[in-house]
Nanobody, 119 residues
Framework: VQLQASGGGLVQAGGSLRLSCAAP??????LGWFRQAPGKERDVVAA????????YYADSVKDRFTISRDNAENTMTLQMNSLEPEDTAVYYC???????????????WGQGTLVTVSS
């Protein structure tokens, strides 16, 4: 399973960014995002079930980030608003057949995209 993330960049605190992930066609995977800040472990940010009916957000991003997917286009997006310097990290697109498992140890990882939030 190949995952292609894009959309990272530099933004000022309080700004917004949208990350996108191209997922393979004809798959039935839950999708999500992890991030890794400098000197820290990778942590789950958000996840979405295959149908999109179930989502999960880390407490640190609730009410600021929105995850969505378009299965017709095989894409997933993460809309990030009210960004904070603490959101600075490499963001990874991930996939797993099991929505619950994706939050702890997804089977598939894409390459990361860097998000830098300046104060």
């Amino acid at each position: 399973v190949q995952l292609q993330a894009s959309g990272g960049g530099l933004v000022q605190a309080g700004g917004s960014l949208r990350l996108s992930c191209a997922a393979p066609k004809r798959t039935f995977y839950a999708l999500g995002w992890f991030r890794q800040a400098p000197g820290k472990e990778r942590d789950v940010v958000a996840a979405i079930s295959y149908t999109g009916s179930t989502t999960y957000y880390a407490d640190s991003v609730k009410d600021r980030f929105t995850i969505s997917r378009d299965n017709a286009e095989n894409t997933m997006t993460l809309q990030m608003n009210s960004l904070e310097p603490e959101d600075t990290a490499v963001y990874y697109c991930v996939a797993d057949r099991n929505f619950n498992h994706i939050r702890t140890g997804p089977d598939y990882w894409g390459q990361g995209t860097l998000v830098t939030v300046s104060s």
